[in-house]
């Protein structure tokens, strides 16, 4: 019963260049045409901001970025049937997850996918607006969301 399974603690990262665009990744491990955003779980005894900047280094390889906006409350979703019992090794029915928006300082050539343990096949920078359509469905609404606590600091400079 998917309804007993806990939500898995975690942060989400829009990352914007001095132009606004958003910073999208393309996982390794899909098999559907899907970009996502920086995200991860929160570690036990970690705070929401510190997991967030942990998770930039990790999934983009730098560092040069700093937090900008913080939603207000979490928000959720729910993975789809075929992925439950499967993503997270089965422990989670979905995510809960604080968001945050963060600057970067950097120039292209600091992003490194290349970690210690590759997230993401391939980057870009989109625009906001595009960004709905290139997410998997199941996380849209939650994306929905996050553009709409973002949009006015994601803006160029």
């Known amino acids: 019963m ?14 914007l260049n001095q132009s606004g665009q958003v910073f ?3 996982r390794i491990d ?35 970025a700093k937090i900008i906006g913080e939603m207000d ?14 993503a997270f090794h089965g422990k989670y029915r979905g995510q809960r997850q604080k968001w945050f928006a963060l600057r970067f300082s950097g120039q292209d050539s600091d992003i490194d996918l290349h970690t210690h343990e ?5 980057w870009k920078w989109v625009d906001l607006a595009a960004l709905p359509q290139l997410i998997v469905p199941f996380k849209r609404d ?9 949009r006015e600091i994601a803006k160029p400079l």
């Open 118 to 122: 590759p997230e993401f096949a391939e």
């Open 73 to 86: 409350g979490w928000l959720t979703y729910d993975l789809p049937k075929h992925l439950i019992g499967v």
């Open 30 to 64: 899909q098999t559907v045409e899907g970009w996502q955003m920086p995200q991860g779980g929160i570690d036990a005894g970690e705070d929401p901001r510190s997991a967030a900047l942990r998770e930039l280094k990790e999934e983009t390889g730098t560092d040069k």
């Open 142 to 150: 939650t994306y929905a969301s996050v553009i709409a606590a973002f």
């Open 24 to 26: 999208v990744g393309k």
């Open 2 to 15: 998917t309804s007993n399974l806990p939500y898995r603690p975690c942060v989400g990262l829009m990352l």
